[in-house]
């Protein structure tokens, strides 16, 4: 183990960003993000849930894909794909790191997406732990240790000291390269992780219970009266969907500039009425249909497809975002299963 | 360029056929005269006018076809209204093929066929008649009841009265929603037609149309004694990435460009009725 004091955290940022391209939480005009770390950075550290998830790194809001030069009937097709350099994220929440094996199980299924796989491989992942989860948060309902992330190198703060370990050998890699750290001896987390545990046990939506939610109680679900009741106030606006670092829809559109036509991909949002609209009809003309669809996906479809994996990490974003107060947890609480309230 | 899934390949359009006052047949091959790729029969292609859009269509034509692909396409909004107005010689980009395609290959293998069809729904038809025909020994006795708005609205209807009417063990039911001059055939919906004609049930049925010609012919079909196992239909989705990536065709656990477009009549039972 490494460690250094969280006094000279500047100095790191420094040393690794003079290695390669360093991304962390950076705070602007009152808002949290990933940024490129520039010198006089605010780095916070501080705010667990950046606005738009880590997943921004390997499924960019929008990417270039290719460019089309048209002439008279003839068309040509060059690639615009960006070659991804390597690249640090630091300061990675548990949350937003197991939404990478989510997002992997659909991008580097056959057919591999190599637009995403080419970022996934250029990254290197330095996960922080949460010292002080929120009320919003509910990741332990998925069964995710909020106390101990991995990614390629696992960073904790006790008593004022940051705590690195290598996790992979192309974190090891970075690790041993970084003259700033000094080694932490017989200093250990433990006690803070076990402090971090306990604190997560304790939030009021640690606990829920997703019993019902699985593939044979599909149909059963699909047509539970509540979905009335849980959407109503839903207004179709896409924030929970592109606040969520698991959701993955996309749009691919064209864009005509000076030099031709550009396609490029986009999230997109199921929540949109015109998501399935098509010319004879729209599948899901309300939106009911379109609230039970994201959340049917993410705790029904998806487990039922990946080995009982649900498409939610319990960040809390939707519950922090959305205008209308609905969220996941209403869901869970209504149709998980017992002893939910 | 590189052959990945969403990254297409131009294609040309080296011929184009009118078959009714909405639907042409486009063929497309590539700037060296190649099939784009190979294909069964049911799976679909990407078409794109760069600029303009990009939209999933059936091959309707046969993969023992090996010069050529053929898509039947009906005019009905900003893509398809751009290739009805081009000429040969167009270029367009092509990535494919998508979806499961007919199991030509293991449970049709050896079954008397019956094709139902409803309007441009043929297209994806097409391609499996013409497959079957080309592989004559493997398949039974074949019954295609085949119907439209009107005579005009017939896709392939040459190539349906000259090729397959002669064809040994095909039996064609033709058939036109209201009289019309110079139509000497049948009159009359689908699917009361499908019951008029009386099919014996020993055959593999594969629907193709309206969704609401499928509701009413699958109706028919359970009444003539059918079962749903025996009824294979294909189903159409709004598209945009074909592999089973961009979400959108997410029916239930499925994803109909990648796990369809072809189910057959007792798996869609498993499915949230999205579609
Ligand atoms: C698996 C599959 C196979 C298909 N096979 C054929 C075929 O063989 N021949 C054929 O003519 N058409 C076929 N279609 C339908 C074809 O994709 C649409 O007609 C096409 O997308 C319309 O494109 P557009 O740009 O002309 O319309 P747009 O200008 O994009 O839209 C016009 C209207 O069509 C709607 N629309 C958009 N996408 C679709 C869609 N996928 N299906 C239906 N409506 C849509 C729009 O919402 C709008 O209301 C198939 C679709 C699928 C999913
Ligand atoms: S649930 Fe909330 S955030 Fe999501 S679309 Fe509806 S109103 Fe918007
Ligand atoms: S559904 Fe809500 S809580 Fe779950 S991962 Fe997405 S944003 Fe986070
Ligand atoms: S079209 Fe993208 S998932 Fe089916």
Partial sequence: ?341 | MTNEALFPVVGVITDIRRDTPDVKTFRVVTPDGKKAFEHMPGQCAMLSIPGVGEAMFSITSSPTNTEFMEFSIKKCGCLTSWLHACEVGQMVTIRGPYGNGFPVETAFKGKNMLFIAGGIGLAPLRSVINYVRAHRADYGTVDIVYGSRSMDDLVDFKEIQEEWKNEKDFNVYLTIDRPQDGWDGHVGFVPAYVKEVNIPTDRTAILCGPPIMIKFTLQALLELGFEKTQVYTTLEFRMKCGIGKCGRCNVGNQYICKDGPVFRMDQLEELPSEY
């Fill in chain 1, 1 to 341: 183990m490494k460690k250094i004091s969280c006094e000279n955290l500047s100095k790191l940022y420094s040393e690794i960003a003079s290695l390669q391209e360093l991304y962390l939480p950076v705070k602007e005009s009152g808002v949290t993000n990933y940024k490129k770390y520039e010198n006089g950075a605010e780095v916070d550290i501080k705010t667990l849930k950046t606005v738009k998830s880590a997943k921004d790194f390997f499924f960019p809001q929008t990417e270039d894909m290719m460019e089309f030069k048209v002439n008279g009937k003839n068309i040509e097709i060059n690639d615009a794909r960006k070659v991804a350099n390597p690249f640090v994220i630091f300061g990675v929440r548990a949350c937003d790191l197991k939404s990478f094996d989510i997002l992997d199980k659909v991008f580097l299924q056959e057919p591999v997406d190599t637009m995403y796989k080419a970022k996934r491989e250029a990254s290197t992942i330095i996960t922080l732990a949460c010292n002080n989860p929120e009320q919003t948060c509910f990741c332990k309902t998925f069964g995710i240790d909020a106390s101990n992330p991995a990614g390629d190198i696992s960073a904790i703060i006790v008593n004022g000291e940051m705590l690195f370990e290598a996790k992979t050998e192309k974190g090891a890699e970075l690790l041993n390269k970084l003259t700033c750290l000094e080694d932490a001896g017989d200093t250990d987390a433990d006690a803070e992780r076990a402090e971090i545990v306990k604190k997560s046990e304790n939030l009021p939506f640690a606990n829920l219970n997703l019993d019902e939610f699985k593939g044979e109680n599909l149909m059963k679900l699909f047509d539970r009266p509540e979905w009335a009741e849980l959407s109503k106030a839903c207004l179709g606006c896409g924030t929970c969907t592109f606040v969520c670092p698991t959701c993955q829809c996309f749009d691919i559109r064209d864009f005509i500039t000076n030099e031709g036509v550009r396609r490029f991909r986009c999230w997109d949002s199921c929540m949109y009425s015109e998501f399935t609209k098509m010319a004879a009809e729209n599948p899901r003309k309300t939106q009911l249909q379109r609230y039970r669809q994201r959340f049917m996906h993410k705790l029904v479809y998806f487990p039922q497809n990946n080995d009982g994996v649900y498409g939610c990490v319990g960040c809390g974003r939707c519950v922090q975002k959305c205008p209308q107060n609905l969220n996941i947890i209403k869901v869970i609480k209504k149709l998980g299963g017992k002893n939910n309230d």
